[in-house]
């Protein structure tokens, strides 16, 4: 996806603060945190909704969950705890067309979210 910024981000081509890497996903600091600790977990291939999701996605998505709890666990925020998020289409609050993984922690999060 050319114009697709996570998409650069994912190919190093646009910067960010990566927090981890390997050859399936990437995880990030998000450029405008709503915690006081945001990160972004993605898949490096494009998905533009989580509604692209196709049979043969499970591991890939399990891949995004994975490094959240070992993230969370390796920045130590587990157990004091944290809340992922993954937004899809207008109503979910999805602004960035390629799927990712919110990782919020750092202060106590309400709930329901608005
Ligand atoms: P969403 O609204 O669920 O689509 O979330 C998109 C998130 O991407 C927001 O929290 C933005 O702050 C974040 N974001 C947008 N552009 C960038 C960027 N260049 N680097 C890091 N995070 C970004
Ligand atoms: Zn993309």
Redesign the pocket.
């Known amino acids: 996806m050319q114009d697709c ?1 996570f998409c650069k ?1 994912a190919k190093h081509e ?1 910067p ?1 603060k990566i927090l981890y890497e390997d050859d399936q996903v990437i995880a ?5 945190p ?1 915690a006081p600790t ?1 990160l ?1 977990v993605i898949p490096k291939r494009h998905i533009t909704t989580l509604n692209d999701l196709e049979e043969g996605d499970e591991a890939l998505v399990g891949r995004l969950q994975v490094t959240a709890a070992k993230l969370a666990k390796e920045l130590g925020f587990a157990e004091a705890g944290y809340r992922v ?3 899809c289409n207008e109503d ?5 067309w390629h799927i ?1 993984m ?1 990782v919020l922690a750092g202060r106590s999060l309400t709930w329901p979210p608005g």
């Open positions: 910024i981000i646009l960010a990030f600091n998000d450029i405008d709503k945001h972004l998020v993954m937004n979910g609050g999805q602004t960035v990712h919110h």
